[in-house]
């Protein structure tokens, strides 16, 4: 009986092991040169292929294997839409600045560093005032 028990608990013991080890990945992220908190400006006067990010947008396919990422930023012509972002991809970088003001993507080959805010900003200080006119 002791046997049977420490059998069935090595059994599950392995299960969830391998379980949680599934869900692990390592991270390959490539490391960022210079500055993070730099603004789209100060990009463009490098000489950056830097653009204005119009929109980044995670895409859920159940017929692939991982989620994708949509983008699309403008240039002189419109908006340029990018739809081979893999979600395991090493080939963008998300950097997130709450002081951003103009989100961007800056190019450098195949590499794409999204700049952006962050998504929700949690206690923030309260806005008061009066609406004077709706637009």
Do not use: W
């Amino acid at each position: 009986m002791k046997k049977l028990k420490k059998i069935t608990t090595l059994i599950l013991l392995s299960i969830v092991c391998s379980t949680a080890l599934t869900g692990c990945r390592a991270l390959k992220s490539k490391p960022i040169k210079g500055e993070t908190n730099i603004s789209y400006q100060k990009m463009k006067k490098q000489n950056k292929r830097t653009y204005p990010l119009v929109y980044f947008e995670n895409v859920a396919n159940t017929f692939k294997g991982s989620p994708s990422y949509v983008i699309g930023y403008r240039k002189e012509n419109g908006v340029v839409v990018k739809k081979t972002l893999n979600a395991d991809s090493e080939n963008y970088k998300e950097i997130v600045d709450p002081d951003l003001d103009v989100p961007y993507v800056v190019i450098d080959g195949i590499d794409y560093y999204i700049h952006r805010p962050p998504y929700y900003i949690f206690n923030q200080e309260k806005v008061e005032g009066e609406v004077s006119e709706k637009e």
